[in-house]
């Protein structure tokens, strides 16, 4: 009981580590944005953030990825869910940073 108490955490909501974005794609349906995020919910796949088009600040966190990109600034996004981004990732299973979910740049 008590493994399964400290274990939970790992599968549940949470921020990503600090990272340089080291490279932003706009692919089917969002944005998938890359670094050494960390795998913040507990998808499987660590190192990448999927932003829906569908995000009301979509065009925002777009802007502030590539700003951190080519600054050299550091981002952190907080996930609660997982997708597959099926264009050419074999449907990996990533974190996603939901609607209203907070993305800080450093």
Request: glycine share 10%.
């Amino acid at each position: 009981m008590l493994l399964a108490f400290f274990a939970a955490p790992a599968y549940s909501a949470g921020y990503s580590n600090w990272s340089v974005p080291s490279y932003v794609e706009l692919v089917n349906d969002g944005a998938l944005i890359s670094g050494y995020f960390g795998d913040p919910h507990g998808c499987g796949q660590a190192g990448f953030i999927f932003v829906r088009d569908t995000n009301s600040k979509f065009k925002e966190i777009v802007a502030m990825a590539y700003s951190a990109l080519i600054s050299g600034r550091e981002l952190k996004f907080y996930s609660s869910s997982c997708t597959q981004v099926i264009a050419h990732w074999s449907g990996n299973v990533i974190n996603v940073s939901q609607e209203g979910q907070s993305v800080t740049m450093r």
